[in-house]
């Protein structure tokens, strides 16, 4: 079991002060999905107690979070009852799809999570599973040109440290309350991610970099699109 599935992480992550995620990251994301008319049904895999729901149920006609965090489903369901947004398990997926895959699958900071190269294919593979020929996989990370900046509401990394694929990040959060967390995230390269992209069937089609000005970007979305089936 990872961290992010344990209780008080949901809850502490939930009450996160997102101001820059919502101006950078799920702006872009939102932008992106308003200028691709075929965009119609979304996966929000690793959705959390559903952070990106009230950007994108107003903009996609169906919606789905999946997580396999059970506290992270309840809060979730909690938070946004009325959204019309079903949350559920990656294994219970099948119950809802009525076997028509996404046309996009979205993953916001959810492959710095992951401890092990085998579970950033995996992943991979899972959203393989989910989505058309040709459809997209998003993915929100940090920026890894901007390791060690402190953004305010939060912090990744120490500056100046050279970084390798599975090395560990530390990385702090400070709540809407001013409330500081600390967990490990896991350095992943985009070489790697591509690299573990195209052995399950992506290529990369995007990069999409958020405009800041006067500064690094503390984000960056990269959108895979399924090239074929596993
Ligand atoms: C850092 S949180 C991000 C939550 C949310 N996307 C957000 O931006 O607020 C990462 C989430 O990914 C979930 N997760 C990790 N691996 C997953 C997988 N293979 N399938 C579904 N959820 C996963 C964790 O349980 C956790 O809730």
Redesign the pocket.
């Known amino acids: 079991m ?1 961290k ?2 344990e209780k008080e992480l ?1 809850e502490f ?2 009450q ?1 002060n ?1 101001i820059l ?1 919502i101006k950078y990251g799920f702006t872009t994301i939102c932008d992106f999905i308003k200028q691709h008319n075929s965009i119609k049904k979304v996966l ?9 729901t009230p950007f994108l149920a107003p903009i996609v006609p169906q919606m789905i979070g ?4 059970k506290y ?1 489903i309840e809060l979730a369901r909690e938070i946004h009852k009325d959204s019309g947004v079903i949350f559920t ?2 294994t219970e997926l099948h119950h809802y799809t009525n076997d028509i895959p996404f046309d996009t699958v979205i ?4 492959l ?3 401890k092990t190269e085998d ?1 950033v294919r ?2 991979f593979r ?1 959203v393989n599973s989910h989505v058309i020929k040709h459809g997209y996989y998003m993915t ?1 990370d940090f920026n890894l040109d901007a390791i060690g900046i402190d953004f305010g509401p939060f912090k990744t990394g120490e500056a100046g440290k050279t970084y390798r694929d599975g090395n560990t990040l530390l990385t702090t959060l400070w709540t809407k309350t001013g409330k500081p967390f600390s967990f490990h995230d896991t350095y992943w390269s985009l070489e790697k991610r591509i690299a573990c992209a195209e052995e399950a069937g992506f290529s990369l089609y995007q990069k999409l970099i958020p405009h800041v000005p006067n500064f690094k970007p503390p984000f960056i979305i990269s959108v895979f699109k399924k090239e074929e089936e596993l």
């Open positions: 990872s992010w599935e949901s992550f939930s996160y997102d995620e929000d895999l690793g959705c959390g107690s559903g952070a990106l999946a997580d396999i965090s992270a398990y990656p993953s916001a900071f959810v710095c999570t992951l579970s995996a992943i899972q929100l």
